[in-house]
């Protein structure tokens, strides 16, 4: 959502005059869009600042916008921790950026705007701009699940689902700029409510039909998914569907029951293995990835196995995993935590060797197989190769033609390389 918030900025940055800079250095402003789910990612953004005031990259005349959670989370706090930055806006008021610009350079003095409604930012936001193949659209804000360990509720607000048509319209807008692939966002995609044109409600299902009708869009992909919320309906949508992706994100966080209460995810370790089943019923070619937290406060040996028994019977592909991060305000911030980080991290370290060792095994799958890939351009470690897409997320590269960019094609899989995937292109 930081990535689709940044392209819109970016939009409304253009919009109101200013041109984008390749570099730090020379930069009239810049503008930082940052994450507050893990500490880590916290404070590498004021190390940043530093880094780039130690080396000359930005000087006392560079305007500073900080933004994003840790603009919502900390707000004016932000004005103590680093006096050179001089605006402070939430993911709900990037929409004001320009308006906050000009109120800086006029008065000198630190701007902070953090708050507004969700879904107010849209009204305001010009057209998004070329982007490319795929491109990200958000169809919700915020989240009300308030899941003990998670800060975003108290960032990005309460729920709250964009209407239908507004949704449409912006993925109209970007195939009519050669995107060929939507990827739908929200905290919660599955609990999307969105207004329709006369008012009714509509469900993530229906919205999934709606959007694979539009003349164009040849994949669509959603994140991120709570299970407790991925009803049969959308079941059944991505199996009707071929348009959806194979690759389906469903976070556990953890295999233990007591566990998953503590952190308020309302659903048991055998309801989620109940749900991959029928997702996997409908969809037999679909790749399953998770989040998984490791080492949350009162974590025992037992609840760690737990977790193990689940991936082991899962079998996860490509999925993400993290040690515990206190975030402030939280619930589970109160919470006694008597783990050791040395026995956290051992514990990472174990479900991380046994995540590697099963997405390996479905890479080394592929050989031999032929995708359906969307070509994104050329390959980052070979200048004469294509990086592409499958279904499936994983990246697939081969030697083509440059003119295949942003278009569907067939790849036959010869080898892998790590998680990347080497093919021949098919030719009818």
């Not at 840790?70 to 001089?86: F, T, Y």
């Not at 006029?106 to 305001?124: E, H, L, N, Q």
């Not at 998953?260 to 370790?269: G, K, P, S, V």
């Not at 019977?313 to 305000?329: A, M, N, W």
Request: net charge negative.
């Amino acid at each position: 959502m930081n990535v689709y918030d940044g392209g819109r900025i970016r939009d409304l940055m253009t919009a109101s005059g200013f041109a984008e800079s390749s570099t730090p250095k020379g930069a009239n402003i810049i503008i930082l869009v940052t994450c507050a789910v893990r500490a880590k990612a916290e404070d590498k953004v004021f190390n940043q600042i530093a880094s780039w005031r130690h080396t000359g990259e930005i000087n006392n005349d560079t305007i500073i916008a900080l933004g994003g959670c840790v603009g919502a989370e900390l707000a004016e706090q932000i004005l103590d921790l680093d006096k050179s930055i001089n605006i402070i806006f939430g993911p709900r008021t990037i929409h004001r950026l320009p308006k906050m610009v000009g109120e800086f350079i006029a008065s000198g003095k630190p701007v902070v705007d953090v708050t507004a409604d969700a879904i107010d930012k849209f009204d305001y936001l010009p057209e998004a701009g070329a982007v490319g193949p795929s491109a990200f659209v958000t169809i919700m804000e915020g989240c009300s699940n308030k899941c003990t360990y998670c800060i975003v509720p108290y960032t990005r607000g309460e729920e709250q689902s964009r209407p239908v048509q507004d949704i449409i319209d912006e993925c109209v807008g970007h195939i009519a700029n050669g995107v060929k692939e939507i990827h739908l966002l929200g905290q919660n995609v599955n609990s999307y409510h969105g207004l329709n044109t006369d008012g009714s409600d509509c469900k993530f299902s229906t919205l999934l039909y709606e959007i694979a009708a539009i003349p164009g869009v040849e994949r669509i992909r959603f994140t991120t998914s709570n299970p407790m919320d991925f009803t049969d309906d959308i079941i059944e949508a991505i199996k009707d569907l071929p348009v959806i992706s194979d690759g389906i994100h469903v976070p556990i966080q953890a295999g233990s029951d007591r566990i998953l209460e503590a952190m308020h995810r309302r659903y048991t370790a055998k309801q989620y293995v109940e749900l991959i089943k029928k997702i996997r019923a409908a969809r037999p070619t679909v790749h399953i990835s998770s989040d998984f937290i490791v080492g949350f406060p009162g974590e025992t040996d037992e609840d760690f196995n737990e977790t193990m028994k689940i991936v082991n019977e899962v079998k996860f592909d490509q999925s993400f995993s993290f040690v515990y991060s206190i975030r402030p305000g939280t619930p589970a911030a109160t919470l006694e935590d008597p783990v050791s980080k040395e026995t956290k991290m051992q514990r990472l370290y174990i479900l991380q060797q046994r995540l590697e060792e099963l997405a390996s095994e479905y890479t080394q799958a592929f050989v031999g197989t032929t995708q359906r890939c969307l070509v994104e351009g050329t390959s980052r470690k070979d200048e004469n190769e294509l990086k592409s897409r499958a279904s499936s997320g994983r990246i697939v590269v081969f030697k083509g033609p440059l003119s295949l960019v942003g278009q569907m094609v067939d790849v036959k899989i010869t080898s892998v390389a790590a998680h990347t995937l080497k093919g021949e292109l098919v030719t009818k």
